[in-house]
């Protein structure tokens, strides 16, 4: 992988890691498309450096929850990524074939249609983060390990279709974030151990995706958390939609997908 390749591959996980339009399938879509190569021991890397950028974007309230870890957020936290964890583990040991890029359009469009439901339809009015919502975020978090499925789509939509108040929302998907990234580093790393993958990338091009993915993380949830306040997120909606549909016609003028 060359370094320009590493550069852009780390920008777009950083960014779209926080934003709701799909980490997994932009960084597929452009691995399709002959930018990079599938590499585990990268993907850890951008993943630490995702890590790192939430750890500090995210640093009073993670302080708050180190300093007072039995508390109802916590519990809320652990509700959520149980399903996700389950959910994922099912789609990667049971229906791998379905991480394989051959649904990208359509997660690009059931993003855009998460999207669209989370700014226009409400459940319930408003309300507090419960354990029952908590759940859901978390089913659809693990949906989410889908290529073009957005885990920050996916979780902050859950959460406004539940009434839940849109800043609240976008706080607890972030931090909802730490778990989820540390688990997909370690599961991707356990591959690696037990001979799923080599380490054959130069330190160079990891070097610079890792910075670049933790540099456009920090960009990334500042812009969101700026965003979500006092915006539509239906930009977003209308961009994986247009994308969904352009992936899914791009076999016919010859790109496989």
């Known amino acids: 992988m060359a370094w320009w390749e590493a550069l852009i591959l780390g920008i777009v996980q950083g960014a779209s890691e926080f934003l709701p339009i799909s980490s997994s399938g932009h960084l597929l879509l452009l691995e399709k498309l002959g ?13 630490i450096g995702t890590l790192v950028a939430v750890l500090i974007a995210m640093r009073k309230r993670i302080w708050q929850l180190m300093r007072r870890p039995f508390q109802k957020l916590t519990g809320l936290i652990l509700l959520a990524t149980l399903p996700t ?94 778990p989820i990234i540390v688990g997909s580093a370690l599961l991707e790393g356990f591959d690696i151990f037990r001979g799923g993958a080599t380490l054959d990338i130069g330190w160079l091009p990891m070097l610079v995706g890792v910075v670049a993915a933790f540099l456009s993380g920090l ?15 239906l930009p977003f909606a209308v961009y994986t939609l247009l994308l969904g549909i352009a992936v899914t016609l791009l076999p016919l003028f010859g790109v496989k997908i």
């Open 219 to 233: 960009v990334a949830i500042a812009f969101f958390l700026k965003l979500i306040k006092n915006h539509t997120l």
């Open 85 to 178: 964890v389950l959910i994922a583990l099912v789609f990667k040991f049971a229906a791998p074939a379905l991480l394989d890029g051959k649904l990208l359009g359509f997660g690009f469009v059931l993003t855009a249609c998460l999207l669209f439901a989370g700014e226009k339809l409400k459940i319930a009015k408003s309300t507090l983060l419960t354990p029952k919502i908590s759940v859901l975020t978390g089913v659809l978090q693990g949906i989410a390990v889908l290529p073009g499925v957005s885990r920050s789509g996916a979780t902050v939509s859950a959460m406004t279709l539940s009434g839940v108040d849109r800043n609240e929302a976008a706080d607890f998907s972030f931090l909802l974030s730490v």
């Open 35 to 47: 930018i990079g190569s599938e590499s585990l021991p990268f993907n850890i890397a951008v993943h």
